[in-house]
């Protein structure tokens, strides 16, 4: 079966498609490669200098400790659009999407997370990491294998953006892989493009400006995860 790559993957009608790790990203913007940055990422590459770390010590336990938003504004660095006249909760959905059911403690993204959940999470993402390490990335093998996400369009530019699979692709990003096989996320629309920016849910109902929606959209095309890592203080 030909599985297409890439820009070609937007146009198609494939549910399953080719990614370079490099288009890839997470909700908040953060990437997988070396010239990016994801907390999960730099807590492996911590961690392959490190081994004997112990989690409270690790850039993990910093970056939850530090990183504690307050809105989904400040997820993307604009904060200044949150206003509390305007809306009923700092949690509002990206401007796209329909819901947005967001966890305030205990929550893989972002802090204030229990130490518990904290050495959970340090755990499961290094054994993830060695399982792939020594198997390699095989979704076919696995029921619900596939790292999952859809696409955001700008143009001729593209970002693939991950709705599951966020600790395997860390760990895939750190052991140097290149472009991996993913599935289009079921129930979401496959492209979200800016020309479309009109007909979003959250600007024609007024929860978003059209600026502020596309301040949000345009931030996963003009950073990589080091803005907010040097704001906050982890780099």
């Avoid at 755990?123 to 390699?136: A, F, W």
């Avoid at 692709?169 to 750190?174: D, F, I, R």
Wanted: glycine share 6%.
């Amino acid at each position: 079966m030909d599985v297409p790559r890439g820009f070609s993957a937007i146009e198609s009608s494939a549910e399953i498609v080719n990614m370079p790790l490099s288009m890839c990203c997470d909700w908040q913007g953060f990437t997988y490669t070396m010239s990016g940055w994801h907390y999960l990422c730099e807590m492996l590459r911590e961690y392959k200098l490190k081994p004997k770390n112990n989690y409270r010590k690790s850039i993990l336990k910093k970056y939850y400790d530090k990183y504690q938003p307050y809105s989904t504004f400040e997820c993307f660095l604009c904060e200044e659009e949150y206003d509390p006249l305007r809306h009923s909760t700092p949690w509002v959905p990206l401007p796209w999407e329909s819901a947005f059911r967001i966890r305030l403690s205990d929550n893989q993204h972002f802090g204030p997370n229990s130490n518990t959940f904290i050495r959970k999470e340090f755990v499961r993402t290094i054994s993830l990491y060695h399982r792939l390490e020594s198997q390699g990335y095989q979704p076919q093998e696995n029921k619900d294998g596939y790292i999952r996400g859809h696409f955001l369009k700008k143009g001729d530019d593209y970002r693939f953006k991950v709705s599951g699979g966020q600790h395997r692709m860390a760990a895939l990003g750190v052991l140097g892989q290149k472009d991996l096989h993913v599935k289009i996320q079921p129930d979401w629309k496959r492209v979200i493009d800016i020309q479309h920016i009109h007909h979003w849910e959250h600007v024609k109902n007024g929860t978003y400006s059209e600026e502020a929606a596309r301040k949000i959209f345009n931030f996963y095309f003009e950073t990589t995860g080091i803005e907010k890592a040097k704001k906050y203080g982890l780099l």
